[in-house]
Nanobody
Framework: QVQLVESGGGLVQAGGSLRLACAASGRTFSRYTIAWFRQAPGKEREFAAAITETGRMAFYADSVKGRFTISRDNAKNSVYLLMNSLKVEDTAVYYC?????????????????WGQGTQVTVSS
């Protein structure tokens, strides 16, 4: 079992940067693939990025590729999402999620464990 808590959200101007953090409890954190999803008002939850258990592989949605970087520090039970060149359309609640051994990393249905979310608002 793992519990997730996001932090780092806030208000930023377009073109700016934010770094989100996802802190996990539990001794088995290094077994989990961790993903970031986001959900804007009136829209479905969408995949942003994922990182495998050891951090060896990372995956990104086309909409964030080249601007967002996901990383993890298993010693600190944490995953990070560095968001650069932010756009107004990046405004959403950002959630981290965890799963063990799955191939469909872009589907929210894959993930059993979720954080409560952190709001990111990008102003023009």
């Amino acid at each position: 079992q793992v519990q997730l808590v996001e932090s780092g959200g806030g208000l930023v101007q377009a073109g700016g940067s934010l770094r989100l953090a996802c802190a996990a409890s539990g001794r088995t954190f290094s077994r989990y693939t961790i993903a970031w999803f986001r959900q804007a008002p009136g829209k479905e939850r969408e995949f942003a990025a994922a990182i495998t258990e050891t951090g060896r592989m990372a995956f990104y949605a086309d909409s964030v590729k080249g601007r967002f970087t996901i990383s993890r520090d298993n010693a600190k039970n944490s995953v990070y999402l560095l968001m650069n060149s932010l756009k107004v359309e990046d405004t959403a609640v950002y959630y981290c999620a965890a799963v063990v051994d799955s191939s469909d990393l872009a589907s929210p249905l894959t993930y059993r464990h979720w954080g409560q979310g952190t709001q990111v608002t990008v102003s023009s």
